[in-house]
């Protein structure tokens, strides 16, 4: 690459370039297309949490003057739909297993028309026993919500049986043996998470047209275009050929849009009105009928010698995945996940998702990281204070370090700043933080994000085109929800390239013109779709320096390519623009220049042989310090100060690793003290902005964040993920800084005032016995 | 339902419109004259995607009816470019990263227009209070403050 420590891109602080468009109006979300002759959807959903469907009468609804399409079950194909296991349809056929799942839709001239009609809807239940606990769905006479479930397909080997969607078990060393060790000391604790929803910011929306021919286009708020298509295609029963899926701008995703939900029936009522369908939901439809973080019951045993060292983890976790779920393999990462970034020789976890009758599980921002986090850093605080020692040291000991296995089994840690965020975290401590106000307390929790990339099958590809002006044009098929992908694709082909990266246009996330993409998420978006536009854009470079060099007449070695133009090293004066390269191009016999990643992809495995997917070549690690002050009378807990050290290997560009570090500490304020969707017989109640309650700009700490750069071997210049790692451990670090104020232990999030001051009565009595 | 006719000025243009009484200025915006920068996100008042300036103040358009604009100055996210450029809030918003999926930058944009014009030397708490009525969920608003401070030290806002 560019030898030359001057970066045309990467690392510096740039703004996004569709920021642009944001700021003026002008970005295209997907509920702002507007097609000659639209139609507004609406959804009729199900009241019951588990009911069988005998009839549906919808005679009255499409007799109504505007009405154009009223579906049903009966218009969906037998093919089931999910991200991950396929276990619904678009629109319920025969049984309905919570409250708000898509029953019938319909199309008509405006919203007020749609909403009489969805009115006129006879649909006649026949309710059935419902589960809400995973405690009642296991019991043996429990009634089942999938009978068929054996048979479901499912993206990764699952253990299904009953209402128990998956059971995962981790087994390392021997548990039994080390617990019975003496000297050593024993916590067992049970902590509970909620159902946190991803809220973002845009609900979802999805405008659907067919051509006479059948073909269908979607434009749709959903992060993975190419998985969302297949939904689309077996929904319809047409090859995916004959679906083209557009994500325009996203209104933030955070897990929640990374599967197809309302685009089918977008699709189904297009297809049945003739004409194009705009679908968007509504606040409560979010908040009631979609994904949202699975709730978790975690005991948690752990045991430790008094030097420190921990010897052994013994826990089970149980999580409510509700009716339908959109988790992956429910429980396979997050078995291993709560070991965390430490090194424990003996480990027993056992994970099982069930299913009951509420709302869907999904994924939400670092799936199953917050559960577990909150679980093994608050264990670990306790185990620190019943032996005598710091946190920040007992961590410290047991820290996973480079050549460790990771507890996963996937891989050798390596390139792991760990040690170094620790380092800096403990500096900022001894630096800033005085003497502790009154009921003030300080807590510390350390995060983990374990990627673990297989370039050999990464899944995704691109093409770099060169312009006659010298522009470049990426095509790539990543989305961007907000967390500046595109202006990642961007910078690093520009980078590549030596060409301004205002010259540089994304063209992405269309199923039809670009390239395949398996969907962003998972804070390996940089890694994958970064490294096969570099890989691209290599490719194109190479086209331009050949191309140079025969024209120049020297050789490739000699020649520099910068801000758009290609010199000679020894002769400046002479030189090309990348313009006049790609215009002698189209005359020469290997015409236009135009990279792709393929070729340069394989001959990078066969030259370093990174295929390799037993090494953990991108770890992220972050060591969080809350300062929290609580009030004893109410269990008022406020966050006074929030500090983050983040190791992000290489900061492709400081602004978006910035912003993605403190939105995601934000995000993890508001599930450590506030979120938490509550329910009823199935019935979510607080579905709304005003029940549920978000972190607003007064709710803001004094934040600082910090950046560890200990670069990847094989990721875009050294990048490791960013995304996922700063929201995981806040909730940990909240109940800690707690314990640290008060001495009381809190185990349930979100951290509420009741819950707080429940804990203060059953531990420290006194505190409140004390007031007058 | 019958229609109603408006006069206002609508992003400085002088707008004459036929509007049902149901509806409200969101729907005006959004739906009927495709003005989409104005975002839509609950309906209830509680997000703030869809906030616009009406006479001078930040208001939640879901919470407005179309007709109680008749005879009012409307500005929204489209009209608040001028010939010389952008204003130093939408600059300061790109500059600063305020925006991730931007979905709620119009709002806030629009919300702190009116704010800064009201108050040119605010502190970060007093710009936390003119916002709280704004969610975002990516940025975790610290960039956001950013840029207002900027923009009120632009002092052009």
Not at chain 1, 320 to 348: C, E, K, M
Request: glycine letters at 8%; proline letters at 6%.
């Amino acid at each position: 690459m560019t030898a030359t420590t001057e970066r045309q891109a990467i690392g510096k602080p740039l703004p996004k370039p569709d920021a642009w468009l944001k700021a003026t109006g002008t970005a295209v979300y997907a509920g702002d297309v507007r097609l000659p002759g639209m139609l507004e959807g609406k959804i009729l959903r199900s009241p019951h949490p588990h009911a069988r469907i005998v009839s549906i009468d919808a005679s009255a609804a499409a007799a109504m003057p505007g009405v154009y399409a009223v579906a049903t079950g009966d218009d969906v194909g037998a093919t089931r739909i999910g991200r991950f296991i396929r276990d619904r349809h678009a629109l319920a056929r025969e049984r309905v297993r919570y409250v708000g799942e898509p029953v019938a839709a319909v199309a008509a001239i405006d919203e007020e028309t749609a909403e009489r009609a969805l009115q006129l809807i006879n649909v006649a239940y026949d309710p059935l026993p419902a589960v809400f606990e995973p405690e009642e769905a296991i019991a043996p006479d429990a009634p089942i919500l999938h009978p068929d479930l054996p048979s479901y397909q499912d993206s990764a080997r699952s253990t299904r049986e009953g209402n128990v969607r998956n059971r995962v078990r981790h087994d390392v060393g021997d548990v039994d043996v080390a617990f019975a060790e003496p000297d050593v000391v024993v916590h067992e604790t049970t902590y509970r998470t909620p159902r946190q929803s991803q809220a973002f910011t845009e609900p979802h929306a999805a405008v659907a047209q067919i051509d006479g021919t059948g073909k269908v286009t979607v434009w749709a708020s959903i992060k993975a275009p190419f998985r969302g298509r297949v939904s689309i295609a077996d929904t319809l029963g047409v090859p995916v050929s004959h679906v083209r899926l557009i994500a325009p701008a996203i209104g933030g995703d955070f897990g929640g849009k990374g599967a197809a939900f309302i685009e089918p029936i977008a699709a189904v009522l297009a297809r049945k009105a003739r004409r194009p369908v705009r679908l968007t939901l509504s606040r409560v439809e979010e908040f009631s009928a979609m994904t949202s973080r699975p709730s978790a019951v975690i005991r948690l045993r752990m045991a430790v010698r008094h030097d420190g060292t921990l010897v052994a983890m013994d826990a089970s976790m149980v999580y409510n995945v509700g009716a339908v779920d959109d988790t992956q393999a429910g429980t396979a990462n997050s078995a291993v996940s709560l070991v965390g970034a430490y090194h424990i020789p003996n480990v027993r976890v056992e994970a099982t998702s069930v299913y009951t009758n509420c709302s869907p599980a999904g994924h939400v921002r670092a799936p199953s990281g917050p559960q577990t986090s909150f679980a093994t850093e608050s264990h670990l605080d306790r185990l620190a204070r019943m032996i005598g020692m710091d946190p920040l040291e007992l961590r410290e000991r047991n820290a996973l370090r480079n050549g460790d296995v990771v507890p996963s089994g996937h891989g050798i840690l390596q390139n792991s700043g760990l040690d170094e965020c620790l380092k800096r975290a403990r500096a900022w401590m001894a630096r800033e933080l005085g003497s502790k106000r009154p009921h003030q307390g300080i807590g510390t929790a350390v995060s983990f994000w374990a990627l673990h990339p297989n370039p050999a099958a990464v899944d995704s590809a691109a093409t770099v085109k060169v312009d006659v002006d010298g522009s470049v044009a990426v095509l790539t098929g990543v989305a961007d929800q907000g967390g500046g992908q595109w202006s990642m694709v961007g910078q690093v082909a520009s980078e590549v390239l030596g060409v301004p990266v205002e010259q540089v246009s994304v063209i992405a996330a269309d199923t039809e013109a670009t390239p395949y993409e398996q969907g962003t998420g998972g804070s390996n978006t940089t890694y994958r779709v970064g490294n096969v536009v570099r890989q691209a854009a290599e490719e194109a470079r190479r086209q331009v320096l050949r191309l140079a060099a025969e024209q120049l007449k020297v050789d490739e070695e000699e020649l520099d390519l910068r801000d758009g133009n290609v010199r000679v090293r020894s002769d400046p004066s002479r030189q090309l623009s990348v313009a006049q390269v790609a215009q002698g191009a189209l005359a020469s016999p290997a015409g236009a220049i135009i990279g792709t990643s393929g070729e340069a992809r394989e001959r990078e495995i066969r030259e370093h042989g990174h295929e390799r997917a037993d090494i953990v070549d991108a770890p992220s690690f972050a060591c969080h310090v809350a300062v929290a002050s609580v009030d004893p009378e109410t269990g008022v807990t406020s966050v006074d100060r929030y500090y983050t050290v983040q190791d992000v290997g290489r900061a492709l560009n400081l602004l978006n690793c910035t912003g993605q570090i403190e939105g995601g500490v934000i995000f993890g304020l508001g599930y450590a003290l506030t979120e938490e969707i509550q329910s009823d017989n199935g019935i979510n109640l607080n579905a709304n902005l005003w029940e549920y309650l978000l972190p607003t700009a007064p709710h803001v700490p004094e934040l600082t964040v910090e950046l560890v750069e200990i670069p990847s071997t094989f990721g875009p210049f050294g990048a490791k993920g960013v995304g996922e790692t700063p929201c995981i451990p806040v909730a940990a670090a909240v109940a800690n800084a707690i314990d640290d104020a008060l001495g009381v232990r809190a185990t349930q999030v979100p951290l509420t005032p009741e819950r707080v001051l429940a804990a203060i009565r059953e531990q420290r009595p006194e505190l409140l016995e004390n007031r007058a | 339902m019958t229609k109603m006719p408006i006069s206002l000025t609508l992003n400085e243009h002088a707008t004459t419109l036929e509007v049902e009484p149901y509806w409200t200025l969101q729907r005006l915006l959004r739906d009927e004259i495709d003005l989409t920068g104005t975002k839509e996100g609950c309906r209830t008042g509680n997000c703030g995607v869809c906030t616009v300036i009406v006479d001078g103040a930040a208001v939640k358009s879901c919470l407005m009816l179309a007709p109680q604009i008749d005879g009012t100055n409307v500005v929204t996210i489209e009209g608040l470019a001028r010939d010389n450029g952008l204003d130093p809030l939408q600059r300061a918003f790109v500059e600063y990263g305020a925006i991730q999926c931007g979905y709620c930058s119009p709002g806030f944009i629009m919300a702190a227009k009116a704010f800064l014009d009201e108050n040119r030397h605010p502190t970060r708490d007093d710009i936390a209070s003119a916002l709280e009525g704004n969610l975002c969920r990516c940025t975790g608003y610290v960039k956001i403050f950013e840029a207002v401070e900027a923009a009120a030290q632009a002092g052009g806002a």
